[in-house]
């Protein structure tokens, strides 16, 4: 059973307020409970109604009837496992590969398929401006689909951090030259900017070179999507 | 002022079946409107509130109170233009350059992504498979960003359409070559498959080749989400 106070609590997270005030955050689904379970993120508690097999080797385990679980499940459709896990500590941004940075991007579903991106092509360390969205928000947790456990996170002042960088900085631009021009390095920070106004003039002013995927055709489209555009330069800079 | 039996009718356009029935759909904003007024696509009649200027040149345009608007809208803040317009007719595929197909996309968003990619890329034809959602559909529509004006999109049976067709047909396979290592044809079929299961056995059996966008480190991440493995791709058939 849950008791009031922790439903309280485990309902508060869905709000980034209250996440940073106790320091948690809530995950759901067996598959992206297990996978931070099995990465460096610490475990509160674990919710699991009894038709879920209980996960393996976790103490901190608690088996609810269906109807609590709809109490603390933020979905319309609980599957059964809800996971409470501590927000980790600023861990150093890891500069021997790319960095991928973001300016204020907005939309949970576009973070979260970043975070799912930096995951499949190895890009160890994200950073993010403040105004980005919430990585431990509940909409970013569902679309990286467990990923979060294998990508290092930071947000950052960000025009502090890339003026302090001693890498090449690209900035994804309309008006950039064409990535497919650029002899690419090894390392470099990569910057992609907010779904509506790309990236501020003021992390603009420190991009060293400013990139572009070419349009083709007529077309009249005005952008690519900020999470499909980042695929196409992560796979840029991956292309052997 | 709208009549009733308008109102019913544009309110059923949300179900397929009805837009199937009627041969109509609705297309909601100002922008997306504009781009398929400038298109080949038929008008049926085009509703605007006060505040938005009237779409000019229009005669089939009906001034309708923010009220009326709500009643019209299937969006919870209505931008106060809505489209209705005849689906075309089917329209030749156009194998003088790639060709998309789909194998049972499920997600309208991924759709509505994929057409905005057809059109950046200038891939002029989307071939999906009957069981791929309704390219009509409101929340497709949404997704689109007015680029279905530019993309011809036939449903098809797509095992007979494939085993039809002249040009080399190459499907995404998780267990594909690295697609870096293909020497891919100036024209040609991409498959891209369901968002669960792939590309189906069916239609696996059709394929000239088997292409994957390689993973790179130690990544644990099931697979690239659709749109984005589709955004990835294009890329590379555009490369120059």
Request: glycine letters at 6%; proline letters at 5%.
């Amino acid at each position: 059973m849950v008791v009031k106070s922790e439903l309280k609590l485990i309902k508060s997270l869905q709000q980034k307020k209250y996440r940073n005030e106790h320091g948690l955050f809530v995950i759901e689904g067996k598959k992206a409970v297990e996978e931070l379970l099995c990465s460096s993120f610490k475990v509160f508690k674990i919710y699991v109604t009894k038709d879920v097999l209980p996960i393996k080797n976790i103490k901190n385990q608690e088996v609810l009837l269906p109807k609590e679980m709809n109490q603390i499940s933020s979905l319309k459709n609980p599957n059964g496992v809800v996971g409470v896990f501590y927000i980790p500590n600023a861990a150093p941004v890891d500069f021997s590969d790319w960095v991928l940075a973001l300016d204020d991007v907005q939309d949970p579903g576009n973070l979260g398929t970043i975070i799912r991106l930096c995951d499949w092509f190895g890009i160890p360390s994200l950073v993010c401006s403040k105004n980005t969205v919430d990585c431990y928000n509940p909409k970013v947790l569902q679309a990286t689909m467990g990923s979060i456990a294998r990508v290092t996170i930071s947000y950052l002042n960000l025009d502090i951090f890339l003026s302090e960088v001693s890498v090449p900085v690209y900035g994804s631009f309309m008006e950039g030259n064409s990535v497919y021009s650029e002899e690419l390095p090894k390392t470099g920070v990569l910057i992609m900017g907010n779904e509506g106004k790309g990236i501020s003039n003021k992390i603009k002013k420190l991009c060293d070179y400013k990139i572009t995927i070419p349009r083709h055709g007529k077309s009249k489209t005005e952008s690519l999507n900020v999470a499909t555009a980042t695929g196409i330069l992560m796979n840029e800079l991956r292309r052997e």
